[in-house]
């Protein structure tokens, strides 16, 4: 049984830095990349950034040049490392593991950014 947890969320302030990690359980066959997605409240999920398993990254354009996604392949750990947080960041971050078959979701921290 595949688990992502997710730890790191919190409160911080507008300019601060955070940085969330994703630890992955049970085995995924032919897993293609992990990665993040946020959701605000009342919008709709949206993706942050991932990393596949050949290292290629890809950013939303929101975020480009303050986030980096990055991984541990040893402990099965993913990280988002938040730089410059914006009160626009603020939502619950949800890690994601991804194959050509189906998606796989942690149940996510909440990120707050104060003005």
């Known amino acids: 049984q595949v688990q992502l947890v997710e730890s790191g969320g919190g409160l911080v302030q507008a300019g601060g830095s955070l940085r969330l990690s994703c630890v992955r359980s049970g085995s995924i066959f032919n897993i293609r990349g992990m990665g993040w997605y946020r959701q605000a409240p009342g919008k709709q999920r949206e993706l942050v950034a991932t990393i596949t398993s050949d290292g290629s990254t890809n950013y939303a354009d929101s975020v480009k040049g303050r986030f980096t996604v990055f991984r541990d392949n040893a402990v099965r750990t993913v990280y988002l490392q938040m730089n410059s947080l914006k009160p626009e960041d603020t939502a619950v971050y949800y890690c994601?593991?991804?194959?050509?078959?189906?998606?796989?979701w942690g149940q996510g921290t909440q990120v707050t950014v104060s003005s």
């Open positions: 994601n593991a991804f194959n050509v078959l189906a998606n796989y």
